[in-house]
C-alpha cells in the first residue's frame, strides 16, 4: 500500500482542512462508522447498490480512516482513497495495511482531483462541506476523468449541520441535473440520500475553474 501526502499545508484549504484534522485528533472514530447502526447500515446499503460486483480503477473522495476503503478494496483492481487530514490518513493506513493494491493520499479536494481515469467515483458524506463553486469544479474533473459507463456514487445524510456549506439535497440535484450522467439507482431514506449515476457520452461543459 502506497502512501502519498499530496497536499501542501501552504496552499491547502484551511479552514477544511483543519476542521477534518481537528476532528480526528480529537477521535479515534468521530463519526461512530464502527460502531454506529446508522452508519454500519448505510455502508452496507452503499456497497450493495454498486451494479457492478468488481472495478478496476477506483477513487475514493473523503476516506477518513478507512472502514469504507477496505470494503471497497476487495472489489477494486486499484483503490485511491484520499482524505483532506493527515490524521485520518494515518489511521487508515494502519486499517489497510498488507492491502497492496491501495493507495492513500492526502489531498486537499477543493484544488482538484488526483490525475488519472477512474471506472468508479465514491463520494460519501463529504460534498456539503464544499462550497457551490468548489463542488462544481469537482464535478467537472470527475466528469472528466470517468470514462463513458464509467460510475459516480453519492450519499450523504439528509439532515442539516452547522458545518455544511450546502443542503445535502443540492449537493445531490446538481448531479442529478447534469446531462454528463444518468441515474442508474436511486435510495432515498429520512436519514440519507443514495444515487448512483452512469458517464454518458455527452462532453463535459468547460468553465472557469477547471485546468485540465
Known amino acids: 500500500m502506497a502512501v502519498i501526502n499530496s497536499a501542501d499545508p501552504a496552499s491547502a484549504a484551511p479552514t477544511l482542512v483543519g476542521h477534518f ?46 472502514v469504507l476503503s477496505h470494503e471497497l478494496a476487495a472489489r477494486s483492481d486499484r483503490l485511491l482513497a484520499v482524505d483532506f487530514s493527515s490524521a485520518a490518513i494515518e489511521r487508515a493506513r494502519q486499517r489497510l495495511d498488507g492491502l497492496k493494491q491501495v493507495e492513500l493520499q492526502c489531498h486537499d479536494i477543493t484544488q482538484g482531483i488526483p ?26 474533473e470527475i466528469t472528466e476523468s470517468t470514462p463513458p459507463s464509467g460510475q459516480l456514487l453519492l450519499c450523504h445524510w439528509r439532515h442539516q449541520e452547522g458545518d455544511f456549506r450546502q443542503r445535502p439535497a443540492d449537493v445531490h440535484g446538481r448531479v442529478l441535473s447534469d446531462p454528463a450522467w444518468q441515474l442508474i439507482i436511486s435510495h432515498q431514506e429520512e436519514d440519507f440520500l443514495l444515487h448512483v449515476v452512469i458517464r454518458t457520452a455527452v462532453a463535459p461543459a468547460t468553465g472557469e475553474g477547471s485546468d485540465r
Not at 42 to 50: G, I, P, T
Not at 123 to 129: A, F, I, K, R
Request: charged share 30%; proline share 3%.
Open 21 to 66: 484534522d481537528r476532528l480526528h485528533d480529537a477521535s479515534a472514530d468521530p463519526w461512530r462508522v464502527m460502531s454506529r447502526w446508522y452508519e454500519i447500515r448505510k455502508r452496507r446499503l452503499l456497497l450493495a447498490a454498486l451494479p457492478d460486483e468488481h472495478y478496476g480503477r477506483v477513487l475514493e473522495l473523503g476516506c477518513s480512516t478507512g
Open 115 to 140: 490525475e488519472g481515469a477512474f471506472d468508479l467515483v465514491v463520494l460519501s458524506e463529504v460534498g456539503y462541506y464544499l462550497s457551490e463553486d468548489q463542488f462544481d469544479r469537482l464535478v467537472r
